[in-house]
């Protein structure tokens, strides 16, 4: 089982719907969970973090957390065609401290 | 404020061939990271630096080498290019190391190696 798993797409949504974007992970003692929008030849650029149960809210954005059942998700309300792009979720483990990645999901928002 | 900082953005190496990636960041974080990224594979982890005079291995560390040059500078050094290390290098800083803190990615560099 891989430490972050996403499912890499593409998630196609039509222009102002909402996308949802999911991811799970192995270590139940996590603390800290991120939400990384990538396009195509850039860098990752930090669009959420999350570290207690429930939802947390940023404009158009909302992450939802839920440590019982090991998993973390991002909600894009009113998608735009520029939200396409490759979402990453990023889990910090426990213990060692370890910042791990999953693969990524690619988003494609259709106008 | 600059954020990180990548030189350079391209470079091509024949195999043998050695070079050094650099990487700066003016947040005044503590924590400083290298990372590579190949379709399918996600971000790897290759060094990462906890504070300023800390250096230990990623995931991937194998035919790498780092220095943490001061607390804004962290360099990744190719000792000897193989084809298997075309990728695309990313640095990323960090306040602190371990929870909460979140990392900044620079704009990476794109390195083939022929």
């Known amino acids: 089982q891989k430490e972050v798993e996403q499912n890499s797409g593409p998630l196609s949504v039509p222009e102002g719907a909402i996308a949802s974007l999911n991811c799970t992970y192995s270590?139940?003692?996590?603390?800290?969970f991120f939400w990384y929008r990538q396009y195509s030849g850039k860098s990752p650029e930090l669009i959420m973090s999350?570290?207690?149960?429930g939802d947390k809210e940023d404009g158009r954005f909302t992450a939802q957390l839920n440590k019982a059942s090991q998993y973390v998700s991002l909600l894009i309300r009113d998608s735009q065609p520029s939200d396409s792009a490759t979402y990453l979720c990023?889990?910090?483990?426990?213990?060692?401290?370890?910042?791990?990645f999953g693969t990524g999901t690619r988003l494609k928002v259709l106008a | 404020n600059a954020g990180v900082t990548q030189t350079p953005k391209f470079q091509v190496l024949k195999t043998g061939q050695s070079m050094t990636l650099q990487c700066a960041q003016d947040?005044?974080?503590?924590?400083m990271y290298w990372y590579r990224q190949d379709p399918g594979m996600g971000l790897r982890l290759i060094y990462y630096?906890?504070?300023?005079?800390?250096?230990d291995k990623g995931e991937v560390p194998n035919g790498y080498n780092v220095s943490r040059l001061n607390k804004r500078e962290f360099s990744l050094r190719l000792e000897s290019a193989a084809p298997s290390q075309t990728s695309v290098y990313f640095c990323?800083?960090?306040?602190?190391?371990?929870?909460?803190?979140?990392?900044?990615f620079g704009p990476g560099t794109r390195l083939t190696v022929t």
């Open positions: 990323a800083s960090s306040e602190g190391w371990g929870p909460p803190y979140e990392q900044y």
């Open positions: 270590d139940r003692g996590s603390q800290s």
């Open positions: 999350i570290y207690s149960n």
């Open positions: 990023a889990v910090i483990t426990s213990g060692t401290y370890k910042y791990i």
């Open positions: 947040m005044n974080h503590n924590s």
């Open positions: 630096s906890a504070s300023e005079g800390t250096t």
